[in-house]
């Protein structure tokens, strides 16, 4: 199936979040679709879902103009989508999943599970995915949930699959395995949209490179092209990949964790003992496949959780503060930079003056700066939103815009911008560069490396991108189901951090 | 209530001074329609409509004329009122009307902007009663002093009872909405109690009514011009309310924390506040604004007291919060509008209009003024597909 998008424009109001995107894509090709977020690559994916309706512009398959009012008529048409957010129902079987949506029916309408069984394993052996039909899709890993979605697109007779984001569950093997599955489709003549800001794996599995920027095509390029001018052409400037780091020497331990365990909100062990140091102009970052417990290790620290009754203990400069509150661990050393800024690190209604007072609302010991005798000294916090917004390059109108109409990297750098003028000693951060435009992670990553350097802070940082961890950090420790696989220095290869992640120590 | 019926509610406050303008436009013209659909003269003219429709439509536009010329007429200046005294006598009932509709309107709508859907400004006012009844019935004081105790324990009784609410929820979850529902009953049933029982507050001379005494002179509200019409300090005593609420919650550190809990709570947890116990401060408060209005009743009726005195001005300020949304002078006006709508409507009865329609044009304007944002949120896009638009 030969797939052609022609001046396709999408607009929300007045923002044009497609401008005129014509895209072609053959059978049995792999094109990526490379773009910041906020270029316009999901608009576009969803106009050709029939999600959303085009106000110009128009589709063909195999040359013929089609009309999508629905998902129905996409699919009808051969087009697959797996978002990134699964779609699928955890109690249900492999099969009964598949099935959903277009059951197979016996007679008086009951469900033929086996037709549906028979497909799964069909499509599971073509292409070597290796589902088993009747396991539960709860108990399944993600990569396998992944495939089990690939598997109802190709059930429903896909042609052209869409790929939104799919490595950002991954392991690196699973990347690897999911690469070499979309190798296979190709072959087989599926044709692939592979939607993702990660650079190397464009590289590695992209025939073609359609890079998007601010809603336009701006070119196409080869998977030849090294990373920083795949990086420029997104961006539209120089972009310096590399973070420049000294050797140097780290000083006392400022944090350490010792044998702590914590649950999550179903009552879980998601940490189970963990023990950690994190010494001051250091670095020390959580590797780890999303969900192996950082985030509630990370709200331990903060004191949002409990630890378990029983488990160890979290010191600060050798003195337990189990008994401190938020407040007292925010104000005596700590600066936190949650994982999702929108629900935990910011107030999306609330102005940039409102956001900088977030945690310094508080008139203690240290002397309150912005409240003065109860009522909050606006000239002072102008003054110094002003200021913040200036050394951390935050792009918006002025400090009285709402959180809420920044982009994700803009937002990104007031929570840093606050965080880091606070006085601490720790600066936990969480999935700094999540959602953050490539021009604005340059710029985050200095911002940490200079806290090393030239603020002796004692860096823990929390990511799931093994590239940020790997540039970034003096010594990772791999997290895995709560625990620590091991500890190792940042020169350790890829390969081996990738089985770390997956449990195997090292 | 679910974070999305908090987001409503929320959106509804922020609505633009256009919308509420036009809201309110709307709201008079449908009050409009439906004066005419029930009113007698125009029904009369429906047996010739084919005929003479003039006729009707003569009639109808003389009714709505009439209609809302009586609301004028009884809300803001009377030009056919036999002294000077008697002409302005119509602004002077609106603004006193108005002031325990500002005064609870503060309390609820703060209590909104802290997520906390208040709804029981009913049993918090009857609880004020309670307080202030007793203290200007039962105790004797100089003059000044008395009222100002009186005023004291009213907000103190409505503040503890809104407490109650705010601590339920903190300890156990409970939720706002059904606890001060029942605290409601709770509190008016508490209050007649009290009224029937000799020795708690019945009259001496009461009988089986339940009935206090009448206020102590010393401890009353003082008229404003004297005895030339009832208009007493309540209306400053608001619009001191208005400036207090608005030094809280929009120069405060507390008012800053308030509202930063009801946009997010999850990001105040994370900057160190204690979410719970300001949800119980925050009901306090609330409820704090709400005994003002308690005060105001209790304190400027010389008769003896009953239950009814509390006029559902909890249920009445629940409309001016939403209308006056964030801000505390919208809250004022929206108070004169309602309490002009009290005062306009035994002169809209005397013109043969029933009054009925006001409390209809009431509603009508809330709900159009919270329509977008309901439908919106019923149309509302599953979240991932909406999310990605900004992706």
Do not use: C
């Given at each position: 199936?030969?797939?052609?998008?022609?001046?396709?424009?999408?607009?929300?109001?007045?923002?044009?979040?497609?401008?005129?995107i014509?895209?072609?894509?053959?059978?049995?090709?792999i094109?990526?679709?490379?773009?910041?977020?906020?270029?316009?690559?999901?608009?576009?994916?969803?106009?050709?879902?029939?999600?959303?309706?085009?106000e110009?512009?128009?589709?063909?398959?195999?040359?013929?103009?089609v009309?999508?009012k629905?998902?129905?008529?996409?699919m009808?048409?051969?087009?697959?989508?797996?978002?990134?957010?699964f779609?699928?129902?955890?109690?249900?079987?492999?099969?009964?999943?598949?099935?959903?949506?277009?059951?197979?029916?016996?007679?008086?309408g009951?469900?033929d599970l086996?037709?549906?069984?028979?497909?799964?394993?069909?499509?599971?052996d073509?292409f070597?995915?290796n589902?088993?039909?009747d396991?539960?899709?709860?108990?399944?890993?993600?990569?396998?949930?992944?495939?089990?979605?690939?598997?109802?697109?190709l059930?429903?007779?896909a042609?052209?699959?869409?790929?939104?984001?799919?490595?950002?569950?991954?392991?690196?093997?699973?990347t690897?395995?999911?690469?070499?599955i979309?190798?296979?489709?190709?072959?087989?003549g599926t044709?692939i949209?592979?939607?993702?800001?990660?650079?190397?794996?464009?590289?590695a599995?992209?025939?073609?490179?359609?890079?998007?920027?601010l809603?336009?095509?701006?070119?196409?390029?080869?998977?030849?092209?090294?990373?920083?001018?795949?990086?420029?052409m997104?961006?539209g400037?120089?972009?310096?990949?590399?973070?420049?780091?000294?050797?140097?020497?780290?000083?006392?331990?400022?944090?350490?964790?010792?044998?702590?365990?914590?649950?999550?909100?179903?009552?879980?062990?998601?940490v189970?003992?963990?023990?950690?140091?994190?010494?001051a102009?250091?670095?020390?970052?959580?590797?780890?496949?999303?969900?192996?417990?950082?985030?509630?290790?990370?709200?331990?620290?903060?004191g949002?959780?409990k630890?378990?009754?029983?488990?160890?203990?979290?010191?600060?400069?050798g003195?337990s503060?189990?008994?401190?509150?938020?407040?007292?661990?925010?104000?005596r050393?700590?600066?936190?930079?949650p994982?999702?800024?929108?629900?935990?690190?910011?107030?999306?209604?609330?102005?940039?003056?409102?956001?900088?007072?977030?945690?310094?609302?508080?008139e203690?010991?240290?002397?309150?700066p912005?409240?003065?005798?109860?009522?909050i000294?606006?000239?002072?916090?102008?003054?110094?939103?002003?200021?913040?917004?200036?050394?951390?390059?935050?792009?918006t109108?002025?400090?009285?815009?709402?959180?809420?109409?920044?982009?994700?990297?803009?937002?990104?750098?007031?929570?840093?911008?606050?965080?880091?003028?606070?006085?601490?000693?720790?600066?936990l951060?969480?999935?700094?560069t999540?959602?953050?435009?490539?021009?604005?992670i340059?710029?985050?990553?200095?911002?940490?490396?200079?806290?090393r350097?030239?603020?002796?802070?004692?860096?823990?940082?929390?990511?799931?991108?093994?590239?940020?961890?790997?540039?970034l950090?003096?010594?990772?420790?791999?997290?895995?189901r709560?625990?620590v696989?091991?500890?190792?220095?940042?020169d350790?290869?890829?390969?081996?951090?990738?089985?770390?992640?997956?449990?195997?120590?090292? | 209530?679910?974070?999305k019926?908090?987001?409503?509610?929320?959106?509804?406050?922020?609505?633009?001074?256009?919308r509420?303008?036009?809201?309110?436009?709307?709201g008079?013209?449908?009050?409009?329609?439906?004066?005419?659909?029930?009113?007698?003269?125009?029904?009369?003219?429906?047996?010739?409509?084919?005929s003479?429709?003039?006729?009707?439509f003569?009639?109808?536009?003389?009714?709505i004329?009439?209609?809302?010329?009586?609301?004028?007429?009884g809300?803001?200046?009377?030009?056919?009122?036999?002294?000077?005294?008697?002409?302005?006598?119509?602004?002077?009932?609106?603004?006193?009307?108005?002031?325990?509709?500002?005064?609870?309107?503060?309390?609820?709508?703060?209590?909104?902007?802290?997520?906390?859907f208040?709804?029981?400004?009913?049993?918090?006012?009857?609880?004020?009663?309670?307080?202030?009844?007793?203290?200007?019935?039962?105790?004797?004081?100089?003059?000044?002093?008395?009222?100002?105790?009186?005023l004291?324990?009213?907000?103190?009784?409505?503040?503890?009872?809104?407490?109650?609410?705010?601590?339920?929820?903190?300890r156990?979850?409970?939720?706002?909405?059904?606890v001060t529902?029942?605290?409601?009953?709770?509190?008016?049933?508490?209050?007649?109690?009290?009224?029937?029982?000799?020795?708690?507050?019945?009259?001496?001379t009461?009988g089986?009514?339940?009935?206090?005494?009448?206020?102590?002179?010393?401890?009353?509200?003082?008229?404003?011009?004297?005895?030339?019409?009832?208009?007493?300090?309540g209306?400053?005593?608001?619009?001191?309310?208005?400036?207090?609420?608005?030094?809280l919650?929009?120069r405060?550190?507390?008012?800053?924390?308030?509202?930063?809990?009801?946009?997010?709570?999850?990001?105040?947890r994370?900057?160190?506040?204690?979410?719970?116990?300001?949800?119980?401060?925050?009901?306090?408060v609330?409820?704090?604004?709400?005994?003002?209005?308690?005060?105001?009743q209790?304190?400027?009726e010389p008769?003896?007291?009953?239950?009814?005195i509390?006029?559902?001005i909890?249920?009445?300020a629940?409309t001016?919060?939403?209308?006056?949304?964030?801000?505390?002078?919208?809250?004022?006006?929206?108070?004169l509008?309602?309490?002009?709508?009290?005062?306009g409507?035994?002169?809209?009865?005397?013109v043969?209009?029933?009054?009925?329609?006001?409390?209809?044009?009431?509603?009508?304007?809330?709900?159009?003024?919270a329509?977008p944002?309901?439908?919106?949120?019923?149309?509302?896009?599953?979240?991932?597909?909406?999310?990605?638009?900004?992706?």
């Open positions: 199936m030969k797939l052609e998008i022609k001046g396709i424009t999408k607009r929300f109001g007045s923002l044009v979040a497609n401008d005129s014509s895209l072609t894509v053959n059978a049995g090709e094109v990526s679709l490379l773009g910041e977020n906020g270029a316009g690559k999901s608009t576009l994916m969803n106009v050709l879902y029939g999600l959303y309706q085009a110009a512009g128009e589709i063909l398959i195999d040359d013929q103009p009309k999508f629905g998902p129905g008529d996409a009808a048409a051969g087009i697959g989508m797996v978002h990134q957010h779609m699928l129902i955890p109690v249900f079987t492999v099969a009964e999943n598949v099935a959903l949506g277009h059951e197979p029916t016996k007679f008086a009951a469900m086996d037709k549906a069984r028979a497909r799964v394993r069909e499509i599971s073509q070597g995915f589902v088993d039909p396991a539960l899709v709860r108990d399944l890993p993600v990569g396998v949930q992944q495939r089990v979605e690939i598997i109802k697109a059930s429903r007779n042609k052209t699959l869409v790929l939104d984001e799919p490595t950002a569950v991954l392991t690196p093997q699973e690897d395995e999911l690469m070499a979309m190798r296979e489709l190709a072959k087989s044709s949209i592979f939607i993702t800001h990660k650079l190397r794996e464009v590289q599995v992209a025939d073609r490179i359609v890079v998007i920027r809603g336009k095509v701006v070119g196409e390029a080869k998977p030849t092209d090294t990373a920083s001018e795949l990086a420029s997104m961006v400037r120089e972009v310096d990949l590399t973070v420049k780091r000294s050797k140097k020497q780290s000083g006392d331990v400022v944090l350490s964790l010792e044998n702590i365990s914590v649950l999550d909100d179903r009552g879980q062990l998601a189970a003992g963990l023990s950690l140091e994190v010494r102009g250091e670095v020390l970052a959580i590797a780890g496949v999303q969900g192996n417990g950082q985030t509630e290790l990370a709200e331990a620290i903060v949002l959780r630890l378990e009754r029983g488990s160890g203990s979290i010191k600060y400069r003195l503060i189990e008994g401190e509150s938020v407040r007292g661990r925010l104000e050393f700590l600066s936190y930079v994982e999702d800024r929108k629900k935990d690190g910011l107030v999306s209604e609330f102005s940039l003056e409102e956001n900088l007072l977030l945690n310094q609302s508080f203690d010991d240290r002397g309150a912005f409240v003065k005798r109860g009522l000294d606006s000239a002072v916090l102008k003054a110094e939103t002003d200021k913040a917004i200036e050394s951390f390059d935050v792009r109108q002025s400090s009285k815009t709402t959180a809420g109409k920044l982009s994700g990297g803009n937002q990104q750098k007031m929570v840093l911008a606050r965080e880091m003028t606070r006085p601490h000693e720790v600066l951060v969480a999935q700094p999540r959602g953050v435009d490539v021009g604005s340059e710029f985050i990553h200095e911002q940490i490396m200079l806290e350097d030239e603020q002796q802070t004692a860096v823990l940082l929390i990511s799931t991108e093994l590239d940020e961890v790997l540039s950090a003096d010594r990772i420790a791999v997290m895995y709560g625990r696989v091991g500890v190792v220095s940042a350790t290869s890829r390969e081996t951090l990738g089985k770390m992640m997956a449990g195997i120590a090292a | 209530m679910s974070s019926t908090q987001q409503v509610i929320v959106e509804i406050m922020a609505s633009s001074v256009t509420v303008v036009l809201s309110i436009l709307l008079f013209f449908f009050g409009g329609i439906f004066m005419v659909l029930f009113n007698e003269n125009v029904v009369a003219t429906y047996a010739n409509f084919f003479a429709p003039g006729d009707t003569a009639a109808a536009f003389q009714t004329v009439d209609g809302y010329g009586a609301l004028l007429r809300a803001i200046f009377n030009p056919g009122g036999k002294d000077v005294v008697a002409m302005f006598r119509p602004i002077t009932e609106t603004l006193r009307m108005s002031a325990p509709l500002i005064m609870a309107g503060l309390g609820l709508a703060l209590g909104f902007r802290v997520g906390l208040n709804i029981g400004g009913t049993g918090q006012i009857v609880m004020g009663l309670v307080a202030s009844t007793w203290v200007s019935t039962r105790m004797e004081l100089p003059p000044i002093i008395h009222m100002l105790v009186a004291v324990a009213a907000v103190v009784a409505s503040a503890l009872w809104g407490a109650i609410a705010g601590f339920l929820k903190a156990t979850g409970a939720h706002e909405v059904i529902i029942m605290m409601n009953y709770i509190a008016i049933n508490f209050f007649t109690w009290m009224l029937r029982t000799d020795g708690l507050l019945h009259a001496a009461g089986g009514t339940p009935k206090s005494d009448p206020p102590a002179e010393s401890a009353m509200l003082p008229t404003i011009f004297g005895d030339l019409y009832k208009l007493h300090i209306i400053f005593i608001a619009v001191f309310a208005a400036f207090a609420y608005w030094l919650m929009e405060s550190a507390i008012g800053y924390r308030f509202r930063m809990v009801g946009h997010n709570a999850n990001a105040a994370a900057a160190g506040i204690k979410v719970e116990r300001t949800f119980i401060w925050a009901m306090a609330s409820a704090a604004f709400v005994g003002l209005a308690a005060a105001n209790g304190l400027s008769g003896g007291i009953t239950s009814s509390h006029a559902d909890g249920f009445d629940i001016v919060a939403l209308l006056g949304g964030n801000s505390a002078k919208r809250i004022v006006a929206a108070g509008l309602f309490g002009a709508f009290k005062a409507s035994p002169a809209m009865q005397v043969g209009v029933s009054p009925e329609i006001l409390g209809v044009v009431q509603a009508l304007i809330v709900l159009f003024i329509a944002p309901l439908i919106k949120s019923m149309l509302r896009l599953p979240e991932s597909a909406e999310q990605k638009v900004n992706d």
